[in-house]
């Protein structure tokens, strides 16, 4: 494959990092991003393979761990405010 037809949103994204002079041509761009794609698609693709059956194994045999989802909100939207904070 040797030709992509970007539209105009990601040709705009492209422009922009040939701007910054990170990469000196549109192809390093998209190598770049496929690449960083690639990678998040392993992590996902780990956690869920292993990550996430053995959490499920922990809980299940120790349900007292459990979080509820109120509280992984409330610790997120703390999250979400402290960085919000740092970044003022």
């Not at 869920?48 to 939207?77: F, T, Y």
Request: glycine share 4%.
């Amino acid at each position: 494959m040797s030709e992509i037809t970007l539209s105009k949103e990601f040709e705009e994204i492209v422009r922009r990092q040939l701007e910054g002079g990170l990469f000196s041509d549109a192809q390093d761009v998209v190598e770049a991003a496929l690449r960083l794609l690639d990678e998040d698609l392993r992590s996902f693709e780990d956690w869920a393979d292993v990550a996430l059956p053995a959490r499920h194994a922990e809980l299940s045999a120790n349900p007292a761990l459990a979080v509820s989802l109120e509280d992984v909100r409330a610790r997120l939207k703390g999250r979400a405010q402290m960085a919000v904070s740092k970044a003022r």
